[in-house]
Nanobody, 126 residues
Framework: QVQLVESGGGLVQAGGSLRLSCAAS????????MGWFRQAPGKEREFVAA????????YYTDSVKGRFTISRDNAKNTLYLQMNSLEPEDTAVYYC???????????????????WGRGTQVTVSS
C-alpha cells in the first residue's frame, strides 16, 4: 500500500504561481510512475503531468506545457508540481497518483494508476 497526501493548493490570481506537493509513504520503493491529475466541477478527471520515478522522464498535457513543471525528490518520497502563469481554466481539485506497474507512456490514463491522494483545491481568480 502507498499513501499519498497533497498540499499547497489555494486561491491565487490569474498570472500567479503555486507549488503543489505530494508526500508518499508506505511501499514507495515500488512506485514506477507518479502523476498529477485534476478535476473541475462537472468535468472528468484529466491528466496534467507525470514523471517516471527512475530516470525522471516527464510528460505534460498540452495546455500546461511551458507553465507547469513536475519534479520529484526521491530521498523525500515527494512529488511536486510547480504551476506558473496560472489561468482561471486551471481551477480544479488536483490529485497525485502512483502505480507500481510498468504502464505505457505518456502515463496519462487515470485507470492505470492504483493509488490516489484525496486532492488539493486550486482556485484561480480572474
Amino acid at each position: 500500500q502507498v499513501q499519498l497526501v497533497e498540499s499547497g493548493g489555494g486561491l491565487v490570481q490569474a498570472g500567479g504561481s503555486l507549488r503543489l506537493s505530494c508526500a508518499a509513504s508506505g511501499r514507495t520503493f515500488s512506485s514506477y510512475v507518479m502523476g498529477w491529475f485534476r478535476q473541475a466541477p462537472g468535468k472528468e478527471r484529466e491528466f496534467v503531468a507525470a514523471i517516471a520515478w527512475i530516470g525522471g522522464r516527464t510528460y505534460y498535457t498540452d495546455s500546461v506545457k511551458g507553465r507547469f513543471t513536475i519534479s520529484r525528490d526521491n530521498a523525500k518520497n515527494t512529488l511536486y508540481l510547480q504551476m506558473n502563469s496560472l489561468e482561471p481554466e486551471d481551477t480544479a481539485v488536483y490529485y497525485c497518483a502512483t502505480t507500481p506497474r510498468p504502464i505505457t507512456p505518456p502515463f496519462a490514463r487515470p485507470y492505470d494508476y492504483n493509488y490516489w491522494g484525496r486532492g488539493t483545491q486550486v482556485t484561480v481568480s480572474s
